[in-house]
């Protein structure tokens, strides 16, 4: 059974960071290109960042490039997303996916739970 768990959300001032980690239960997590995605209360998803079944290739939104970074580690089932320079515009649940592409998002993705980032002095 695939699992992703999501943690390291929280509370964070305006200009601030934070890291959050995906745990994935999968035997096949080196074979899928992984992202995270997130969802703003009254908004759409919005699919932020992807990162290639090697690590190699990385694909980034407009509102997040430059202050985001996503990594993977394959040997620990991890994929992690680094964030800085917070606004408040980036409140929002979390997700981490299993893609089954790195570009195009897919009705067969795979979600966590999510996990909830809220920017605010």
């Known amino acids: 059974q695939v699992q992703l768990v999501e943690s390291g959300g929280g509370l964070v001032e305006p200009g601030g960071s934070l890291r959050l980690t995906c745990v994935v239960t999968d035997q096949m997590f080196s074979a899928y290109a992984m992202g995270w995605s997130r969802q703003a209360p009254g908004k759409e998803r919005e699919s932020l960042a992807s990162?290639?079944?090697?690590?190699?290739?990385?694909n980034y939104a407009d509102s997040v490039r430059g202050r985001f970074t996503i990594s993977r580690d394959n040997a620990k089932n991890t994929v992690d997303l680094y964030m800085s320079s917070l606004k408040p515009e980036d409140t929002a649940v979390y997700y981490c996916?299993?893609?089954?592409?790195?570009?195009?998002?897919?009705?067969?993705?795979?979600w966590g739970q999510g996990t909830q980032v809220t920017v605010s002095s």
């Open positions: 990162i290639s079944q090697n690590g190699l290739r990385t």
């Open positions: 996916v299993r893609r089954n592409s790195l570009t195009v998002p897919s009705d067969n993705d795979y």
